[in-house]
């Protein structure tokens, strides 16, 4: 009977995991004894994935069939990688070179969902601010209006019958409570999300795929893998079609032989005009791989200047939104006071 892992691995774990198991084969132990001595002192997920792994490989499997056969913690990237250390025997430093990877992937996806919060995050403060003036402020008002006999009339009333049916109510205006806060959380970050792939971002969206791209080629490259199973393998890595079919016109050129700096010249909304040149660079001085890196680090610099602007423009412009929703409520509250007053005789 075979053990099931449920929900995976994440991906700061597999980080983890592969990370130890270069540095343990680097030490000179073997494959299954690195495994023994990880499930020893991993998580919970890590040692039965160790464990399963060194079943596996003790029934005859190589390490990257054993991590073939972990789609749901082990990605198609880490079983080639794996398999092209082994064919070479530098297991070790790919694994090393994978967990690079896959950490500065992960430093990018936190700091766009950093980016991606903070003006959902203000949503949600917002609403908590009409929150609190809808039940604690108003029921004050409520009760000046009727020591003076005045009798609350359209959005009021309904704003005073929604403050009374929330507090007879307690527990369903709190789970009322938590689902919109919720929902406004989750619609800020998908508004933003959408915005970002865009063109109203500056095309956010394809840089983000450019760096991820050129950083994963770059990664095959180094390890050995040709250039048309590398660009396959970042095309089945893709989650944008539209982006991922401009990849595969792009692979079939390069399988007809057409020379990289001309398939990707021929392929200019794939790449912004310096990562083309830094390709075209790279391919004719035999510095492809680092070429790519360098454009990584170019895209990545743009990248955070995008996200600044973006958020220098959103954030005045949501609490813009969230002061004048705020601003129309309050007028609506107090402006029976005010015709009150303005109808006394002087």
Known sequence: MEIKLRGGVSLAEQISFYRQLAVILRSGLPLLNALQLLQKHGSAKQMLLCYRLQQRLRRGSSMAQALAAEADC?????????????????????????????????????????????????????????????????????????????????????????????????????????????????????????FLRSRLSGNFHGLLLEVRFCRLLALLLESGVGITRAVAIVTDTMDDEQYAGQLRLLNSRLKRGIAIEQAAGGAKELFSPLMLELVCVGASTGYL???????????????????????????????????????GIVCIVIGPLFEMLSAMPE
């Open 289 to 327: 791989p680092q070429m790519l890196q360098e454009a990584v680090t170019a895209g990545e610099q743009r990248l955070q200047q995008q996200l600044g602007r973006l958020q220098e423009l959103l954030v005045p412009l949501l609490l813009l939104v969230a002061a004048i929703i705020i601003a």
């Open 74 to 194: 082990c990605t198609q990237l880490a079983v080639t990688l794996v398999a092209v250390g082994e064919e070479s025997g530098e297991l070790a430093m790919l694994l090393e070179q994978l967990a690079d990877y896959y950490s500065r992937q992960l430093k990018l996806r936190r700091f766009v969902q950093r980016a991606v919060t903070y003006p959902a995050f203000l949503l949600l403060a917002s609403f908590c601010v009409l929150l609190l003036f809808l039940l604690y402020i108003l029921p004050v008002l409520a009760d000046t209006y009727s020591a003076m006999g005045v009798l609350p009339m359209g959005t009021l009333a309904l704003l005073l019958t929604l403050k009374d049916a929330l507090l007879q109510q307690p527990l369903a205006a709190l789970a009322l409570t938590a689902g919109v806060a919720a929902a406004l959380f989750l619609l800020g970050r998908r508004l933003l999300r959408c």
